[in-house]
C-alpha cells in the first residue's frame, strides 16, 4: 500500500558539487546512521503531527564546505525526503516565491496555521 505524502528532485548548485565528496566518507556515513537511529522520524513532520520515517540526514546550518559543521551532531536534523527536497531546499534558496519572507517554509500544520514559526503569521 502506497500511502501519500503529507507534503505534497535533484539539481546542485557548483558550489555544492565541490564538497559533494564528504557525503561518500566512512565519517558521514556513520553520523547519518547515528542521527537516524537517534530520530528515525522525521522531525519537521514530526512538529506537524505527522508520523513519516526519516530517511535524510539534513545539516541544519548549511556547512558549505566545512568539515566540522558537516559533521556536528548538533547541526544533524532527521527528515523525509519530501521535506528536505522541498521545504528544506526552498528555505535555503529563499523561501516561497511571492512570500516576501527569506527562508521561510511554507508548510502548514493540520489547522492549515503556518507551521514555521518565523512565518510573520506566528510573530507576536
Known amino acids: 500500500m502506497t500511502v501519500a505524502h503529507p507534503r505534497g ?3 546542485r ?3 555544492a558539487l565541490k564538497w559533494r565528496k564528504l ?4 565519517a558521514w556515513q556513520r553520523a547519518r546512521g547515528r542521527q537516524l537511529a537517534l530520530r528515525p522520524l522525521c ?5 506537524e503531527g505527522f508520523i513519516v520515517p526519516a530517511t535524510v540526514c ?3 546550518t548549511p556547512h558549505k564546505g566545512d568539515y566540522d559543521l558537516f559533521l556536528d551532531p548538533d547541526n544533524l536534523e532527521s527528515t523525509c525526503a519530501p521535506c528536505h527536497d522541498q521545504v528544506i531546499q526552498s528555505e535555503e534558496r529563499g523561501g516561497p516565491t511571492g512570500t516576501g519572507q527569506i527562508g ?3 508548510g502548514v500544520d493540520r489547522d492549515g496555521w503556518p507551521s514555521d514559526p518565523r512565518h510573520e503569521a506566528n510573530r507576536r
Open 13 to 15: 548548485s557548483p558550489d
Open 58 to 60: 539534513n545539516h541544519r
Open 43 to 47: 522531525e519537521r513532520c514530526e512538529r
Open 104 to 106: 521561510v517554509s511554507k
Open 9 to 11: 528532485s535533484d539539481a
Open 23 to 26: 557525503y561518500d566518507t566512512a
